[in-house]
């Protein structure tokens, strides 16, 4: 299971990349943002929000997790930063960077609960 989630991990970094990578090709997020900001009507639907919210809740869920597992409120504050800021690549980063500490017998609570 540890090695799944670790795929896993590895094909949401590069799969988000990847499509941040071309999206960025066709425009870059500041010009975006900057129009969105703009033209509000533009670019909005209620799906656009509803995914927003939907994504940031998910974001925040995982991120309780990470509180969880992290021992100090300074770890635990720039994983939220880097969560809000990156989404899915850096919770799958700190999926990887868990794994990476891991031993070679450890099970999947190993993974999923704090160590003391």
């Known amino acids: 299971m ?3 989630a670790g795929v896993f991990a590895v094909i949401a970094i590069l ?3 990847g499509v941040s990578t ?3 090709s066709h425009v870059s997020i500041v010009p975006a943002i900057q129009d969105l900001i703009a033209n509000p009507s533009a670019g909005y ?3 656009l929000v509803a995914t927003l ?3 940031y809740f998910g ?3 995982f991120w309780l997790w990470i509180a969880y597992k992290e021992k100090t409120w300074a770890m ?3 994983w939220l930063v880097l969560v809000l800021g990156l989404g899915n690549i850096a919770m799958g980063a700190y999926m990887l960077i868990n794994i990476a500490k891991l031993p070679k017998n450890a099970s999947i609570e190993d993974l999923l609960l ?3």
């Open 15 to 17: 799969g988000l990349v």
């Open 22 to 24: 071309w999206a960025t």
């Open 59 to 61: 974001f925040l869920w």
């Open 2 to 4: 540890i090695r799944v």
């Open 53 to 55: 919210f939907d994504a």
């Open 76 to 78: 635990r504050l720039v």
């Open 114 to 116: 704090r160590r003391s």
């Open 45 to 47: 639907t209620p799906w």
